[in-house]
């Protein structure tokens, strides 16, 4: 047995600021922004996240804002709003998910919305949540996985320097219902610190 955990008091962040972007806990009041990108974006989505078609109702959106806040209470879950720092436009989601506090193991998950690609926001967005783990929570493994053939959220953790550990064939169902091949990146301390020389 590890050490007694009190997760509500483990480190938590009111904004991570980059260049482009900042990362910060949802609010109930992004909800109608992230409800409008969500429409906006199902078609973008829908390949990838099995939850492009759900947010059909803007009470489900807050509601389940609420209920990502409370998970951020626990440590169960840190989900955020990713938003442009030019202008605070509401851009995309990521989160940081905790899959083992004993042996400090999280996994990075992240979305954007159609009319934000291509402008660095989630690589920016993911290097700021790396660093928060590794430096805030003492990350031993962070890892990221993805649909082998999304090769725009595959080409994040290898721009990051996280190391490809392998391609899970037939793992799990994409939200079309076919088996899908899912990639594998992770990132362990001695791998940053390396990038870092």
Request: glycine content about 6%; charged content about 25%.
């Amino acid at each position: 047995m590890g050490e007694e955990l009190f997760l509500s008091l483990m480190p938590d962040f009111e904004e991570l600021k980059g260049q482009r972007v900042i990362v910060r806990s949802y609010r109930e009041e992004d909800a109608p922004a992230l409800f409008e990108a969500i429409q906006e974006s199902r078609a973008h989505l829908r390949p990838w996240m099995p939850w492009a078609d759900q947010h059909q109702r803007l009470e489900e959106t807050r509601d389940w804002i609420n209920r990502q806040r409370a998970a951020w209470l626990m440590r169960e879950s840190y989900s955020c709003a990713v938003l442009s720092r030019a202008d605070q436009r509401f851009v995309g989601g990521i989160g940081l998910h905790p899959h083992d506090w004993q042996a400090r193991v999280f996994e990075i998950g992240y979305w954007l919305r159609a009319t934000a690609t291509g402008r660095g926001y989630i690589t920016e967005a993911t290097q700021l949540l790396t660093s928060f783990a590794l430096r805030q929570l003492g990350a031993n493994r962070i890892f990221i996985r993805c649909d082998e053939r999304n090769e725009r959220s595959a080409a994040i953790p290898r721009r990051l320097g996280f190391v490809f550990e392998g391609c899970l064939r037939n793992e799990a169902r994409a939200p079309d219902g076919k088996l899908r091949n899912t990639l594998v990146f992770a990132l362990t301390p001695a791998d940053h610190w390396q990038a870092d020389q």
